[in-house]
């Protein structure tokens, strides 16, 4: 597999420090409010990147992590009238209800920065030893000239960022371009923590390298995260990691495109932007998913109404094949795959061969998904006057191991059918068998208006729910 890694701007073998096993930290949201639709596209797009690995053999272990000490997250509290930690827990429990419904599996560990300042404090005095940082009234501050190889990973220049820097009022910084790792507290509702060099708080850059450390290693082989992070919050991971560990901090850093509306970028600072919840209340957390996996992930994609409802039309198509499948399974013919269907069989190969290029090439997954589109159209051509169980079967097993790696398609299956229903159903064949079609046609409607489809195949009566 290859990929686009930031810090050599080329695309590259993905070689793991250790074979078969992979290591992923993929930066995670800072707990004041609901994710916007922006945030949720790293949450997708790596998530796919781990179950991608997965199928591919590998042992990858992911970390994700929640920022739960930060400005927002004290201003949040203040303008509730609760505490800082009664925030963050909220959000967090919101924050699982949205990407269960994004089909996004829980991460191997979800590390809080308020579980870990120890390793935080333990960090920073180890900077401080080396020579790197320095402590000003409380506040510690990195001393950013120190790290010769700083600008690296963005492509900044140093004297460019020197020209553009200030130092804030109140900051006792010795360099306008050194930057916090620990933060004096200043008020008495700031929540803060004893430390070596008085109360306070981590700064934002070293709590990742500080969890990164204590959940992976040293060294990691993939650090992902949106684009807005690469500077200065990955540049800054980096230069701290790397003068703590004395070892490179990560082999390879992946980062996805903005999402934006009407071309301009998504941001909570502009308003322009839809959190995951209200964008929920008319589309399905998978209608979502698929929009965020229908671009590759290094492409900017524009919000749009036009976009969700192609999203939900193109989901519909996945869903219909799937059903038709598992109504084929239960209901088709018994005994061998026909000629006819062993041959379209024998061709499911060549879509995954084609599912399998798109995503080694980069994790594109729009290229994967038109590899997935192709599977289905070979599967409705021959199913179209029926199928045999066998071949229903290995048609359904082969969509869902490309869909389970998409994370679509993931809504449990409930086969059985209510009663009521069933009595309506079986009202209607028995009208049907005496050519009442009146009040066969009359049942159909009834049942229509209810969300229920019934679909005449040669096998029976296939019950379809609108979803």
């Not at 992946?254 to 839809?274: C, E, L, P, V, W």
């Not at 989901?315 to 088709?332: A, S, T, V």
């Amino acid at each position: 597999m290859k990929v686009y890694n930031t810090l050599t701007r080329r695309k590259e073998e993905l070689v793991p420090i250790r074979e078969g096993e992979i290591s992923m930290y993929v930066c995670g949201p800072t707990v004041y409010n609901f994710f916007h639709i922006g945030n949720a596209r790293p949450l997708v797009v790596f998530d796919t990147m781990r179950k991608y690995l997965e199928y591919r053999g590998y042992k990858v272990k992911y970390v994700q992590n929640f920022t739960d000490v930060d400005d927002k997250i004290i201003n949040r509290a203040r303008e509730e009238g609760c505490t800082a930690p009664e925030i963050a827990e909220k959000y967090i429990r919101e924050y699982f209800t949205d990407t269960k419904a994004l089909n996004v599996r829980k991460a191997d560990a979800h590390p809080r920065v308020s579980e870990h300042i120890p390793d935080i404090i333990s960090f920073i005095q180890t900077l401080i030893d080396r020579g790197y940082a320095y402590e000003a009234d409380g506040d510690v501050y990195f001393s950013t000239r120190k790290f010769p190889e700083y600008g690296k990973l963005s492509g900044q220049n140093i004297d460019d960022l020197e020209s553009g820097a200030r130092i804030a009022v109140g900051e006792v910084k010795k360099d306008p371009l050194d930057f916090a790792l620990w933060k004096a507290q200043k008020q008495d509702d700031e929540i803060a923590w004893e430390s070596p060099w008085g109360m306070g708080r981590p700064g934002w850059h070293i709590e990742c390298s500080a969890m990164a450390k204590k959940h992976l290693g040293d060294t990691i082989d993939i650090h992902a995260g949106g684009q807005d992070l690469q500077f200065p919050h990955h540049e800054n991971e980096i230069a701290q990691s790397e003068c703590c560990n004395g070892a490179p901090f990560a082999h390879y850093w992946m980062h996805n495109a903005y999402i934006t509306m009407d071309r301009q970028k998504m941001s909570k600072s502009k308003g322009n932007f839809f959190t995951v919840r209200d964008i929920r209340k008319e589309y399905s957390g998978e209608e979502i998913r698929f929009f965020l996996l229908s671009g590759q992930y290094r492409s900017p994609i524009d919000f749009s109404e036009e976009l969700m409802k192609q999203a939900r039309a193109s989901l519909e198509r996945m869903r219909n094949c799937k059903e038709n499948l598992i109504f084929l399974r239960e209901n088709g013919s018994a005994g061998e795959m026909t000629p006819e269907e062993k041959k379209t069989a024998e061709g499911f190969d060549e879509y995954r061969q084609k599912f399998i290029r798109a995503m080694d090439d980069d994790l594109n997954t729009a290229d994967g998904i038109s590899a997935v589109f192709e599977l289905i159209t070979a599967i409705n051509t021959q199913i179209a006057g029926g199928a045999t169980v066998a071949f229903a079967g290995k048609a359904l097993e082969t969509l869902m191991e490309f869909c389970d790696i998409l994370g679509l398609l993931q809504e449990e299956e409930d086969e059985s059918v209510d009663p009521e229903i069933q009595k309506l159903v079986d009202e209607r064949q028995a009208a049907r068998k005496a050519k009442d079609f009146a009040r066969a046609d009359a049942i159909r409607d009834e049942l229509k208006a209810r969300g229920i489809t019934l679909k005449d195949t040669p096998q029976g009566v296939q019950i379809i729910r609108e979803s």
